[in-house]
């Protein structure tokens, strides 16, 4: 959780998409929906981009990429 989100009170949901190769690398990533506080938004990019990479694809599902969305959901336990 972002601190200056948090010490605000910012909260929301994200909408991210990222492409994954048949290595099982990330490749794409892109926000597809934004809450109304970009911090939020900034730290769902950040988030994904530490996942260093994925398990391979295996070959039974014959493609040679797999496109994911994820919401991540940013909520305050008060």
Request: aromatic share 6%.
């Amino acid at each position: 959780y972002p601190m200056l989100a948090k010490r605000l009170r910012q909260y929301g949901l994200v909408k991210v998409e990222m492409t994954i190769d048949k290595s099982g690398k990330i490749v794409d990533t892109k926000l597809i929906e934004k809450s109304s506080f970009e911090a939020l938004a900034k730290a769902s990019l950040e988030t994904i981009s530490k996942i260093e990479k994925f398990p391979p694809i295996p070959d039974e599902l014959g493609v040679a990429e797999i496109t994911l969305r994820v919401p991540i959901k940013y909520k305050l336990e008060l």
